[in-house]
Structures are given as structure tokens and as C-alpha cells.
């Protein structure tokens, strides 16, 4: 079991920034996948960035150039930096984990990739 804790979030005018950390505690041993996720009201949840094993990165369109997603694994701990913040940016973000047995490198991964969930933080970004 693995158990990840949000936090960071919280609301911020547009062109603003914000940086989302993700604590993961329980069985958090080897190589491991991790990700954030978002879901704005009335959309459907959608992969913002993740990270692989070997620590590659890769983003959604929509905040290529914006955000960077890090890791600190002495910590367990991921991080999403989100820089010049739009209204569209807008949502309840998740941190996502898996062991990610037999990973694709480079492969844009979905929802049903990831086993663990936290709980969400909520991303507010003002006109």
C-alpha cells in the first residue's frame, strides 16, 4: 500500500505561480511511475505530467513550457512547479503512484496506469 498527501494548493491571480507537493509514505521501495493528474468541474481527469524510473519527464500540451514536474526521492516526495497560471489552469489536482512493473519508456500514460491516489488540492487562478 502506498499512501500520497497532497498539499500546496490554494488561489492565485493570473500569471501568478504555485508549487504542489505530493508526500508518498507506505511501500515506496524500487522503481516506481508518478504523475499529476487534474480534474476541472464537469471535465474529465486529465494527466498533466508524469515522471519515469529513470527520472525522464513528459507533459501535456497545455502546460509545456509552464509547469515542471521534480522529484526529491530521498524525501518521497514529487513536486509540481506551475508558473504563469491561467484561469484554465483552474482544478482539483492529484498526485498518482505505481510500481510501474514493465513501463514503457517515454509512453504518455493515462488513468488507468496508476494504483494510488491521493486526495486532491485545490488550484484556484483568478482573472
Known amino acids: 500500500q502506498v499512501q500520497l498527501v497532497e498539499s500546496g494548493g490554494g488561489s492565485v491571480q493570473t500569471g501568478g505561480s504555485l508549487r504542489l507537493s505530493c508526500a508518498a509514505s507506505?511501500?515506496?521501495?524500487?522503481?516506481?511511475?508518478m504523475a499529476w493528474f487534474r480534474q476541472a468541474p464537469g471535465k474529465e481527469r486529465e494527466q498533466v505530467a508524469q515522471i519515469d524510473p529513470d527520472g525522464s519527464t513528459m507533459y501535456a500540451d497545455f502546460v509545456k513550457g509552464r509547469f515542471i514536474i521534480t522529484e526529491d526521492k530521498g524525501k518521497n516526495t514529487l513536486y509540481l512547479q506551475m508558473n504563469s497560471l491561467k484561469p484554465e489552469d483552474t482544478a482539483l489536482y492529484y498526485c498518482?503512484?505505481?510500481?510501474?512493473?514493465?513501463?514503457?519508456?517515454?509512453?504518455?500514460?493515462?488513468?488507468?496506469?496508476?494504483?494510488?491516489w491521493g486526495q486532491g488540492t485545490q488550484v484556484t487562478v483568478s482573472s
Open positions: 507506505g511501500n515506496t521501495r524500487g522503481s516506481y511511475c
Open positions: 498518482a503512484y505505481d510500481s510501474c512493473v514493465g513501463y514503457v519508456a517515454k509512453r504518455w500514460r493515462d488513468e488507468s496506469d496508476y494504483t494510488y
